[in-house]
C-alpha cells in the first residue's frame, strides 16, 4: 500500500523520504503531523522541523531561524575536546554544539558561547543546560573582562561562504537559515579576521584557536592567524568532510604583549 505521507515529502524532494517520515511521526505524536509535514514540505530543515539534530550522539535543541549544526563541525568539537580546556569559548556559537559537546566531554569545564542573534542563543541557554556554561549576546565584546588572557580553547564556526557564492546554496540553507549565519564577506573570511586579530588578547600563553573553514579557504584562514602572532596548522578529515585551522598562540606571548598586538 502507497504511504502517503513518503510520496507527499518525496514529492518536495526529500531524498530519504521513508526515514523522514518515520521520524516525523514519532515526533508528532499523532498530534501535530500535519503542522510538521507542511513545514517540510515547504523547504524547512528536516532538523528544524523536529527540534533537534543528533551529533555524536548528542541531540541539540534547534528551531526556526538558526543554523542547524552539521556533522563536519565534530572536528571542532574533536580538536576541542583534545586540548582538554578548563575554559572554553565558543564564538558565533549559534545553538552551541561545540560548547555542548566539550562540556559533555569534559565534566568540569567552564564553557562561555556567544552569538549576536537572540534566537540561537535562547536555544544555546537550553543546550547547556546541566553544565557551567554562560551565553553572551556579541562577538568578543560581551564576555567577561576576566576572561582576558585566561582562554585555553576559542572555538569559531563563523560564517564563511563569500557573498557571492550563497546564491548557489541549496534553498533549505539559503531560503531557511539567516544570512548573517552564512555570509562571511567578499572572500568569505571577513570574520575570521576579526576572530584572529582579537584572539591573543584572550587566549592563555599556549591555548588554541580553532576556526572551521573550508579546503580552498584555508590557506586565507591560517595566514589570518598567522598574521596575529598565532602559529596555526591545517586540519583535515576526510570521513566529516571537514577542515579547520587550530592556531595556538605561542607560550612565550604574555597577555599583556598580546593585547599590544
Ligand atoms: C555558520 S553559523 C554557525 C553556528 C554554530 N557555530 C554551529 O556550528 O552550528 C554562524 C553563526 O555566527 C553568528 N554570527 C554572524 N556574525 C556574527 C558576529 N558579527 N558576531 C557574533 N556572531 C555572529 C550567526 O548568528 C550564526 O549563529
Known amino acids: 500500500m502507497t504511504d502517503l505521507l513518503v510520496a507527499r515529502l518525496r514529492a518536495a524532494g526529500c531524498v530519504f523520504a521513508e526515514d523522514e517520515a518515520a521520524l516525523l511521526r514519532a515526533e508528532a505524536g499523532g498530534v501535530r503531523l500535519e503542522d510538521l509535514v507542511v513545514r ?67 565534566p568540569g569545564v567552564r564553557v562561555h558561547a556567544s552569538d549576536l542573534d537572540p534566537v540561537p542563543l ?17 562577538l ?54 576579526r576572530v584572529a586579530a582579537e584572539a591573543p588578547r584572550w587566549l592563555r600563553p599556549g591555548g588554541v584557536l580553532l576556526i572551521e573553514t573550508s579546503v580552498r579557504q584555508a ?13 596555526p596548522e591545517i586540519l583535515r578529515d576526510e570521513e566529516l568532510d571537514a577542515t579547520a585551522v587550530r592556531a595556538v598562540l605561542p607560550a612565550g606571548a604574555s597577555p599583556e604583549t598580546a593585547a599590544t598586538r
Open 122 to 138: 535562547e536555544l544555546a541557554r537550553a543546550n547547556l543546560a546541566g553544565h557551567d556554561g554562560a551565553v553572551h549576546r556579541d
Open 219 to 231: 590557506p586565507g584562514t591560517a595566514a589570518t592567524c598567522a598574521a596575529a602572532g598565532l602559529d
Open 40 to 106: 517540510r514540505v515547504a523547504g524547512e530543515p528536516l532538523e528544524s522541523v523536529l527540534g533537534w539534530v543528533e551529533l555524536d550522539g548528542m541531540r541539540l535543541r534547534v528551531g526556526p531561524g538558526c543554523f542547524v549544526p552539521r556533522r563536519r563541525t565534530l572536528l571542532l568539537a574533536r580538536a576541542a575536546i583534545a586540548a582538554s580546556p578548563s575554559t572554553l569559548v565558543e564564538l558565533c556559537c549559534g545553538v552551541a554544539p561545540v560548547a555542548a559537546l566539550v562540556a559533555r566531554a569534559r
Open 140 to 193: 568578543f565584546a560581551a564576555l567577561p573582562p576576566s576572561l582576558r588572557g585566561q582562554i585555553d580553547v576559542l572555538a569559531a564556526n563563523a560564517p564563511y561562504v563569500p557573498t557571492e557564492q550563497i546564491a548557489m546554496m541549496p534553498p533549505e540553507a539559503r531560503v531557511h537559515e539567516p544570512a548573517h549565519a552564512l555570509d562571511g564577506g567578499r572572500d568569505g573570511l571577513d570574520l575570521h579576521r
